[in-house]
């Protein structure tokens, strides 16, 4: 497998900065992506990483370090409708598309 | 158009029955995908169908039988179920090779309660 690691639950404060961790034992993939799922909904696209670095989208960034086999996703000014799980996967294509997701980490924004 | 539509919402059905799930997308997508969903779980990759041809199987168990009639329709045939195969069943689809602005596009899923 190829062994994606997050934390399970996170809690926060309402207005603050949180980072939620992904870390994966795999190689080879193309890029990593973030997606936002609240409960019983589909997931939705966050974001994508194919080179290491930061990519900034509004409130919410992303890191990625292949040679640390690393990723972060960074929510500032957080709302309460950023409760939700956040997912991180990893992307496979080499004549086939393969997404395959991280566990996830549910946040609890708190006023 | 940028939706991935899926039906029914809800279903539940009896271990001896027969039904469908369907999936139709008209964003020129010619990568479609069937994930299941356990509560407080991930989703999990099932099929991958590129160019609607069959491209992966996950060692799904021949209870679920996928089906792409055409580039916008996924179906997945669903027989002989067993209880704990209720689960949230996603549909996604992606351009061939999904760009940075893209992603994969899920849709709302179908609830599957099998009794």
């Known amino acids: 497998g190829q062994n994606i690691d997050q934390p399970t639950e996170m809690t926060a404060t309402e207005g603050a900065i949180v980072q939620i961790n992904c870390t994966y034992q795999?190689?080879?993939?193309?890029?990593l992506f973030w997606y936002q799922q609240h409960a019983g909904e589909a997931p939705t696209f966050l974001s994508y990483?194919?080179?290491?670095g930061l990519e900034e989208k509004g409130r919410f960034s992303s890191f990625l370090s292949r040679s640390k086999g690393y990723s972060y996703l960074l929510l500032k000014e957080l709302q309460m409708k950023d409760s939700a799980s956040y997912l991180c996967?990893?992307?496979?294509?080499?004549?086939?598309?393969?997404?395959?997701f991280g566990a996830g980490t549910r946040l609890a924004v708190h006023p | 158009d940028t939706e991935v539509t899926q039906t029914p919402k809800h279903l539940v059905m009896g271990m001896t029955n027969k039904k469908s799930l369907k999936c139709e997308q008209h964003m020129g997508h010619r990568a479609m995908y069937w994930y299941k969903q356990k509560a407080k779980k991930p989703p999990e990759l099932m099929f991958v169908?590129?160019?609607?041809?069959?491209?992966i199987n996950e060692s799904v168990p021949s209870r679920f039988s996928p089906e792409c009639p055409n580039s916008s329709l996924l179906n997945l045939h669903l027989h002989a179920l067993q209880p704990e195969d209720s689960a949230l069943y996603l549909c996604a689809s992606s351009q061939d090779r999904p760009a940075n602005n893209y992603g994969y596009t899920f849709g709302s899923g179908t609830r599957l309660t099998v009794v």
């Open positions: 996967a990893v992307f496979f294509s080499g004549g086939y598309n393969k997404l395959i």
């Open positions: 795999t190689s080879g993939f193309n890029g």
């Open positions: 169908y590129s160019y609607e041809k069959l491209s």
């Open positions: 990483n194919v080179l290491d």
